[in-house]
């Protein structure tokens, strides 16, 4: 009776003794499906609002009433986003916007932040033109609070 308990209390010991899991360097990439996050992939010509603050689930500060994209006489992608302020007060945001190929690869930087106000119950207008012709095809505009 001695002999399981004793070895029981052993395995207990070893496995205390475990060598510690470190967290740190790289990883092996992997993929999100989670039914609570059905949009964690990136999703291409669309306005994303990256501050909870600013798009909550219950009552959203801002929304986004139309977005697009069209070719300009260059021949470069001109994206138009219009944000409405859902506050009785002035919002200050900033939003950019990143190009893609055909094949969603990036072809060039995402811009600089570009500052938006909206006025209460008011709506902006953000803008953006890639500086490529033909390569691009994807956009992506992020919109955050003003920092």
Excluded at 18 to 27: D, L
Excluded at 56 to 62: E, L, P, Q, T
Excluded at 104 to 110: E, L
Excluded at 121 to 133: D, F, R
Aim: aromatic share 6%; hydrophobic share 40%; net charge positive.
């Amino acid at each position: 009776m001695k002999t399981p308990l004793f070895a029981l209390a052993l395995a207990a010991l070893l496995v205390g003794c475990a060598q510690p899991q470190f967290t740190e360097g790289a990883k092996l990439a992997q993929r999100v499906d989670d039914k609570l996050a059905p949009d964690a992939r990136i999703q291409y010509d669309q306005v994303v609002v990256l501050d909870r603050s600013l798009q909550g689930v219950k009552a959203g500060r801002i929304a986004v009433e139309s977005q697009g994209s069209r070719r300009t006489p260059t021949g470069t992608l001109k994206v138009i986003a219009q944000l409405r302020n859902r506050t009785d007060f002035t919002q200050v945001i900033e939003a950019r916007v990143s190009f893609y190929d055909s094949g969603y690869a990036p072809v060039d930087r995402a811009s600089a932040w570009n500052r938006i106000v909206l006025d209460a119950n008011g709506v902006g207008v953000y803008e953006g033109s890639s500086t490529l012709t033909s390569q691009v095809a994807h956009y992506l505009v992020e919109v955050r609070e003003a920092r």
